[in-house]
């Protein structure tokens, strides 16, 4: 069950992808508070001035002002919408602190990297990030009765679930109302792009080759008018901060690392890989190879949401032919896990490999012979890769 705290004399900043639930939270929150609480939302057809955060702020304080000294609560959602929102509520905010105006202030924005940029640049030290991230294994065995193939398949969307007994539906839905919304309206639509065609080509080879290690070049040779390489991190980075697809780094063992020229490939949530495949969950299950990647994005996909809330970070390791599916460091712990999609006894020359170079780290099998991967997807990633 998702939680949120009551709000103390900061900014409480809730970001995540589109359909993880924040506004859900949010309104289960205020239905269970005992303040006087005011929620407006910026995401309108018609777009929204700074002067629209102010007349919602001036109202929430006209309501704090008549419930005395506990004050009240105001949410803004979508503020990243907002041209120029974080000075304004920095300005608002400031004048707040000083009068001792009791009201407290929840954000919710489903652009990340926008918000972490307002925050930055005008709200430094008045703040506290949650960030929500795609729902886990449990909670949509929980919510909706799913079985782990279902998870593994159908992805993380809480929306999306009903559509899932009528698979072209469901796919529709993700490519209408996910993907497409994501990409037009979070990336496209608020942030500078000169080749918005370029970004979608980039975001298809994302769930196309999840779970795959591809070059920049490699990109660049299936790519038209694809630019170049810094152009290709740079959209890569953009679908990150939506929640779509991220690009894991190569783990050097060093404090300082460079942006590798071969990034992993892998979405954050499977949905949009299976979305576009053409396939359904039983096609899917008899195709052994596009399984496999299924398996390795899940497990992918539930480390890679937790790297993004900042419980852990994660990269890939290659050397050579020897490679490791994911390392994962949390604190001085450095973790490799190797993903298995059978009960095959293949040998894993990567794991030895890795050992032999950092022979202080601890390695998991996922699946196959190790732990099983419902176990793994059920339980915090920290619980994995953290010792006491």
Same mark, same amino acid.
């Given at each position: ?66 419930? #005395?000294?506990?004050? =009240? *609560?105001?949410?803004?959602? @979508? %503020?990243?919408?907002? !041209? &120029? $929102? /974080? ?30 940029? #307002?925050?930055?640049? =005008? *709200?430094?030290?008045?703040? @506290? %990030?949650?960030?929500? !991230? &795609? $729902? /886990? ?41 996910? %993907? ?209």
């Amino acid at each position: 069950m998702r939680r949120l705290k009551e709000p103390r004399r900061f900014i409480q900043v809730i970001t995540g992808a589109r359909q993880v639930g924040k506004t859900t939270l949010i309104r289960q929150v205020l239905d269970q508070s005992t303040l006087k609480s005011r929620y407006a939302s910026a995401d309108e057809p018609t777009l929204q001035s700074s002067q629209w955060i102010t007349q919602q702020w001036e109202a929430a304080r006209l309501e704090a002002k008549d419930v #005395g000294r506990r004050g =009240s *609560l105001l949410v803004l959602d @979508e %503020i990243q919408k907002i !041209p &120029h $929102w /974080s000075e304004t509520v920095k300005h608002l905010w400031d004048a707040d602190s000083s009068s001792g105006m009791p009201l407290k202030i929840i954000l919710l924005g489903s652009a990340p990297l926008l918000i972490q940029r #307002g925050l930055t640049e =005008s *709200l430094a030290g008045r703040f @506290e %990030i949650l960030h929500l !991230p &795609h $729902w /886990s294994y449990l909670e949509m065995q929980q919510a909706f009765g799913w079985t782990l193939d279902q998870f593994m398949f159908y992805g993380s969307y809480p929306g999306a679930a009903p559509l899932v007994k009528d698979p072209n539906r469901w796919a529709r839905y993700v490519k209408d109302a996910l %993907i497409e919304t994501t990409i037009s309206r979070d990336v496209l639509l608020l942030t500078r792009v000169d080749k918005p065609a370029l970004l979608r080509r980039v975001f298809e080879l994302g769930c196309v080759h999840s779970s795959q290690i591809l070059s920049y070049q490699k990109m660049l040779g299936q790519l038209q008018d694809a630019g170049n390489t810094t152009t290709l991190a740079h959209y890569l980075d953009l679908l990150t901060g939506a929640g779509m697809v991220t690009g894991l780094q190569k783990f050097t063992g060093g404090a300082v690392r460079q942006r590798a020229s071969s990034p992993k490939l892998q979405v954050l949530n499977t949905a949009l890989m299976s979305a576009q495949c053409g396939l359904t969950l039983t096609m899917a299950r008899k195709d052994l190879p596009f399984w496999g990647r299924i398996v390795e994005s899940a497990v992918g996909a539930h480390l890679a949401n937790a790297s993004a809330a900042g419980a852990i970070a994660l990269f890939y390791w290659r050397d050579r032919n020897r490679e490791v599916d994911f390392v994962v460091r949390a604190g001085r712990t450095v973790t490799v896990l190797e993903v298995k999609s059978s009960r095959r006894r293949d040998s894993l020359p990567g794991i030895e490999a890795f050992a032999a170079t950092f022979p202080k780290a601890r390695s998991l099998l996922v699946g196959g012979d190790g732990i099983p991967i419902e176990e793994f997807l059920s339980k915090p990633v920290e619980h994995w890769v953290t010792t006491s």
